[in-house]
Nanobody, 123 residues
């Protein structure tokens, strides 16, 4: 089994920054990519950013230029640096990884999910 554990969420004022971390443990494997998703209250879960094993990245238009995804393969950890936070970034943020791979922009490609970490941005 694979476990994903997120940390780093919290409450911050608009314009502030947070860094989320996601540590992968359990069954040894090297996912082709990993992603960060978020779900705001009353809304569908959406992809925020994803990164491949080769370092390619993709971002939601709403976070481009403000968020940066990175990974430390030696530590089995993926990060999401969030700058210039806005109230509309308020959501539960989830880390996810696929077992087989697939379309990294498609939520259905991800098999393993963390428990989520709350990010709240006040105006």
């Amino acid at each position: 089994q694979v476990q994903l554990v997120e940390s780093g969420g919290g409450m911050v004022q608009a314009g502030g920054s947070l860094r989320l971390s996601c540590v992968r443990s359990g069954r040894t494997f090297s996912p082709d990519f990993m992603g960060w998703f978020r779900q705001a209250s009353g809304k569908q879960r959406e992809l925020v950013a994803a990164i491949t094993s080769g370092g390619l990245t993709t971002y939601a238009d709403s976070v481009k230029g403000r968020f940066t995804i990175s990974r430390d393969s030696a530590k089995n950890t993926v990060y999401l640096q969030m700058n210039s936070l806005k109230p509309e970034d308020t959501a539960v943020y989830y880390c996810a990884a696929p077992w087989y791979g697939g379309n990294w922009k498609n939520e259905g490609a991800y098999d393993y999910w963390g428990q989520g970490t709350q990010v709240t941005v006040s105006s």
